[in-house]
């Protein structure tokens, strides 16, 4: 017998002796138990070592010792498991013991998410104005300005286009539309008359943010386009509309106005649904609310995508979200939209 050989069966030896007086049964708990696992199995136990020392004697040799290592190591690793199994059962149960909690009882109901009051609104605002015939359409948030002013009879000098209002792209002559009226110029383009479509969306303006202004809101406009179509049509939907928001008791007042991209236009108010017209806080003592701005399409806007306006004819009109929102669920910071979601449970 070899010398390497004769030293590691008693390296062997003193090994078991150790393993037998420090037997894994002992372990009363999961932490000594590594620290068990470790002494013995872990990357520099010594066990682990032992075995690492069979590639230094002779094959026949490593023929020998190399089984009888490998059971040892496989007798080990299973008491380990069984113990560490009925240990952690201890660890469970006095878990459960601690916590004092009852496995039995039904678990704690998962709570729910609600939509945002914004998205609730353009929702309901979306479905009323669906069921008055007009479809969806929906277009870029950074656009030409082709599409948010040229097309909508927006003249270059106009004050919309200053800096000021618009929020351009640097290096580019691309922006981040005012409103949503370039998807109505879209839906033209890609649509044969007669047509109704709505565009709601986000739109970006460059202003200071207040208790009434946002850089950044929401908006509705509808479009209609078709063959003898007058402001009585406006009216009428408008009627339709603002009811079914605020009310079958409100009344519309229309007040005349100016946009470039309708022409006769429409400022359109509502009577104040708090007071029944009579005056108060919320109107300012006027009986009357601003909600929405609204026209008949100006011409130049139709001959802008190809329409004969001697044939077709249309109306326009678009309201803000968040003013609606505000009214209804008398919020009367904007901001509350954006920064402070339980202002709105």
């Not at 872990?42 to 490998?70: N, Y």
């Not at 002559?173 to 949503?180: A, D, G």
């Not at 929102?325 to 954006?338: C, E, T």
Request: with cysteine; aromatic share 8%.
């Amino acid at each position: 017998m070899s010398a390497a050989r004769r030293d590691w069966e008693k390296a062997y030896q003193l090994l078991e002796t150790e393993i037998s007086s420090a037997a894994v049964a002992q372990e009363g708990d999961l932490e000594s138990l590594e620290k068990w696992r470790v002494h013995f199995l872990g990357r520099k136990g010594t066990l682990t070592a032992l075995l690492k020392t069979l590639k230094d004697l002779s094959l026949e040799d490593r023929r020998a010792l190399g089984p009888k290592a490998q059971e040892l190591k496989e007798n080990l690793e299973k008491d380990l498991n069984s113990r560490q199994q009925a240990l952690q059962e201890v660890h469970d149960s006095k878990t459960l013991s601690q916590n004092a909690m009852d496995p039995t009882l039904p678990g704690r109901p998962i709570w729910k998410g609600r939509q945002h009051l914004l998205t609730q609104t353009m929702r309901e605002m979306t479905d009323i104005l669906r069921r008055l015939g007009f479809s969806l359409a929906q277009g870029p948030q950074i656009e030409t300005e082709h599409y948010n002013f040229n097309a909508l009879n927006i003249p270059a000098d106009h004050p919309s286009r200053d800096m000021l209002d618009t929020l351009y792209l640097q290096g580019s002559s691309l922006l981040l539309r005012t409103h949503t009226s370039p998807v109505q110029i879209r839906a033209l383009e890609s649509q044969k008359p007669p047509l109704r479509v709505i565009a709601p969306g986000r739109v970006f303006r460059h202003e200071a943010t207040d208790a009434t202004h946002s850089a950044v809101f929401h908006q509705i406009e509808g479009l209609a386009v078709d063959k003898n179509i007058s402001f009585a049509d406006l009216k009428a939907v408008l009627q339709v509309f603002l009811k079914s928001l605020f009310g079958s008791s409100t009344r519309l007042r229309l007040r005349p106005s100016y946009f470039p991209f309708t022409e006769p236009s429409a400022e359109v108010d509502i009577s104040c649904f708090a007071c029944d017209g009579k005056g108060c806080g919320l109107c300012k003592q006027s009986g009357f609310i601003e909600i929405l701005g609204s026209g008949v399409v100006h011409p130049n806007v139709l001959k802008a995508v190809g329409y004969d306006p001697q044939v077709w004819s249309g109306f326009a009109f678009g309201i803000g979200v968040e003013r609606v929102a505000m009214l209804r669920s008398r919020v009367k910071d904007i901001r509350s939209f954006y920064e402070n979601l339980l202002s709105l449970a």
